[in-house]
């Protein structure tokens, strides 16, 4: 069994590779969910979504969020009804959204909502919410606290960064799925996804860390020197006083990782880490880095 800690985008492009060089049922999938947010008064789980689709194969690897040929007809008519719905929300991805906010709202936990959806759309992966409780990372800046897809999406990134907030109504604690995933794991494997927004919110849900330091974990770099490859990781980092660095990533991860994956193009090393090509412009790129990473999991 190998277990992975995942965001919705570096992570899951690594996973694209695994799931081709790997018995698929000897893969799980811890996600992060403190991006999800009820919209339309529907309930998306941005992180959780990308890593089901692309199980299924429906996966939009163009944007790697929303399913491939989708339509927009209830966006782009709710726009014109007057509704600010600034997420971009497919049709087909919309009807994912409702079956999981009636779910919810019929009480039943964020573990087995993601099974029943997980079921119906045949992935035969393990896809894990880190926690059931709900978790919100928003942002502060001048404009007050904002969750974070609205600091990402509406605003686009374009906002000064006073703080990064995870917001719950009591301290998420991991689940017994998530636990028993981990303990019959012989390698964890925390992707190139964002430190802030996606790692350490899994990090953080009571019981996973105690977990992990009793195996090994190996941890993909999402920056090369200064920059992440993608997305907002950078500022975030800084604002959670981490260097934007493969440094700074380790440093977030606080002593749990035994072995440090960081790319053959970052130019500033990290003593002990392993080097190798982490790009992953397209699949043959993830299949090999997935192949590389598996000698490095069952090496000395
Ligand atoms: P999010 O939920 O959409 O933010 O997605 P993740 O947190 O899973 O992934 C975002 C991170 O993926 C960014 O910090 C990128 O630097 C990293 N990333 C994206 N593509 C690649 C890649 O091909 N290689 C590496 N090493 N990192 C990548
Ligand atoms: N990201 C965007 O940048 N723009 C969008 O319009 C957008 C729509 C969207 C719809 C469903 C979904 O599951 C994800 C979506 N994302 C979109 C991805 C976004 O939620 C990501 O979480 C962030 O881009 C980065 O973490």
Same mark, same amino acid.
């Given at each position: 069994?190998?277990?992975?800690?995942?965001?919705?985008?570096?992570?899951?492009? *690594?996973? $694209?590779?695994?799931?081709?060089?790997?018995?698929?049922?000897?893969?799980?999938?811890?996600?992060?969910?403190?991006?999800?947010?009820?919209?339309?008064?529907?309930?998306?789980?941005?992180?959780?979504?990308?890593?089901?689709?692309?199980?299924?194969?429906?996966?939009?690897?163009?944007?790697?969020?929303?399913?491939?040929?989708?339509?927009?007809? @209830?966006?782009?008519?709710?726009?014109?009804?007057?509704?600010?719905?600034?997420?971009?929300?497919?049709?087909?991805? $919309?009807?994912?959204?409702?079956?999981?906010?009636?779910?919810?709202?019929?009480?039943?936990? *964020?573990?087995?909502?993601?099974?029943?959806?997980?079921?119906?759309?045949?992935?035969?992966?393990?896809?894990?919410?880190?926690?059931?409780?709900?978790? @919100?990372?928003?942002?502060? @800046?001048?404009?007050? *606290?904002?969750?974070?897809?609205?600091?990402? =999406?509406?605003?686009?990134?374009?906002?000064?960064? $006073?703080?990064?907030?995870?917001?719950?109504?009591?301290?998420?604690?991991?689940?017994?799925?998530?636990?028993?995933?981990?303990?019959?794991?012989?390698?964890?494997?925390?992707? /190139?996804?964002?430190? =802030?927004?996606?790692?350490?919110?899994?990090?953080?849900?009571?019981?996973?860390?105690?977990?992990?330091?009793?195996?090994?974990?190996?941890?993909?770099?999402?920056?090369?020197?200064?920059?992440?490859?993608?997305? /907002?990781?950078?500022?975030?980092?800084?604002?959670?006083?981490?260097?934007?660095?493969?440094?700074?990533?380790?440093?977030?991860?606080?002593?749990?990782?035994?072995?440090?994956?960081?790319?053959?193009?970052? /130019?500033?090393?990290?003593?002990?880490?392993? $080097?190798?090509?982490? *790009?992953? @412009?397209?699949?043959?790129?993830?299949?090999?880095?997935?192949?590389?990473?598996?000698?490095?999991?069952?090496?000395?």
């Amino acid at each position: 069994m190998i277990t992975f800690l995942s965001g919705g985008t570096g992570t899951p492009k *690594l996973l $694209r590779g695994f799931m081709k060089v790997t018995d698929r049922h000897e893969i799980a999938v811890i996600v992060n969910t403190a991006e999800d947010i009820w919209i339309s008064g529907n309930h998306i789980s941005p992180d959780i979504d990308t890593v089901m689709y692309l199980f299924s194969g429906v996966l939009n690897t163009d944007t790697w969020w929303g399913l491939r040929d989708d339509t927009f007809t @209830t966006h782009d008519e709710a726009l014109r009804l007057g509704i600010d719905e600034f997420i971009t929300i497919g049709d087909r991805d $919309r009807a994912v959204h409702i079956a999981r906010g009636k779910m919810l709202q019929n009480g039943m936990r *964020l573990t087995n909502v993601t099974k029943v959806l997980c079921e119906r759309f045949g992935v035969r992966e393990t896809v894990l919410p880190m926690t059931d409780t709900e978790v @919100t990372t928003q942002i502060r @800046t001048d404009l007050g *606290l904002i969750h974070f897809q609205e600091y990402w =999406i509406k605003a686009k990134g374009a906002l000064d960064i $006073r703080e990064v907030v995870r917001a719950s109504a009591e301290p998420p604690k991991t689940t017994e799925e998530v636990l028993a995933e981990i303990a019959a794991s012989d390698t964890v494997v925390i992707g /190139p996804s964002n430190p =802030i927004t996606s790692i350490l919110p899994i990090l953080e849900c009571d019981g996973i860390v105690k977990a992990l330091k009793e195996k090994r974990v190996i941890a993909v770099s999402p920056f090369i020197g200064d920059s992440p490859v993608s997305g /907002p990781a950078a500022a975030l980092m800084l604002a959670k006083g981490y260097e934007p660095s493969s440094k700074g990533t380790l440093d977030c991860y606080g002593g749990i990782v035994d072995v440090f994956v960081q790319d053959i193009r970052d /130019p500033v090393e990290v003593k002990g880490s392993v $080097r190798l090509d982490t *790009l992953m @412009t397209d699949e043959d790129k993830s299949i090999a880095l997935a192949r590389d990473i598996l000698r490095v999991a069952t090496g000395p």
